[in-house]
């Protein structure tokens, strides 16, 4: 017999909002075939077993993107269900060091100004990210190292 109230599986992601020198943030457009095919999101990933937060958003951003980043202080984290997962998202800011980024395992990567934000669809998690970044430059963030805690 199956069950008709099973809950959606859970992931744990880590999430990077990467700046570059110019104040913009990179966003990369998830693949079309794919869950939520077509939305654009903040790069990241699943954190693995014995990986720390840190070491799983460095690990999947070489992965997806092929740069290097350093990762700095916590921005928010967000719990989220939709119908099909749940997922506890944390995000970092991020800056980015070395390498241009790529497509690798997503369809398009932009470099984009935080009020350009609003022109891109995102997941509906990912509209707390953006309104947790305009509260942290309309508060205590600093441009001169928003990635550096």
């Given at each position: ?32 075939g ?21 070491e799983?958003?460095?690990r ?90």
């Open positions: 017999m199956s069950q008709s109230n099973s809950t959606p599986p859970h992931k744990i992601i880590g999430v990077a909002v990467i700046w570059n020198d110019q104040k913009q943030i990179l966003i990369d457009r998830r693949l079309p794919g869950t939520m095919g077509g939305l654009w999101e903040f790069p990241g990933g699943k954190i693995e077993p014995g990986e720390t937060v840190s799983c958003i460095k999947e951003i070489k992965e997806e993107l092929g740069i290097e980043i350093k990762v700095g202080e916590h921005l928010i984290s967000i719990d989220h269900t939709y119908t099909h997962l749940r997922v506890t998202l944390t995000v970092h800011h991020c800056h980015h060091v070395e390498g241009v980024p790529q497509p690798l395992e997503c369809d398009e990567v932009r470099w984009v100004s935080l009020d350009e934000l609003y022109n891109f669809t995102f997941p509906e998690a990912n509209t707390q990210i953006i309104r947790a970044l305009e509260d942290w430059q309309l508060g205590v963030g600093s441009w001169e190292s928003p990635y550096f805690g």
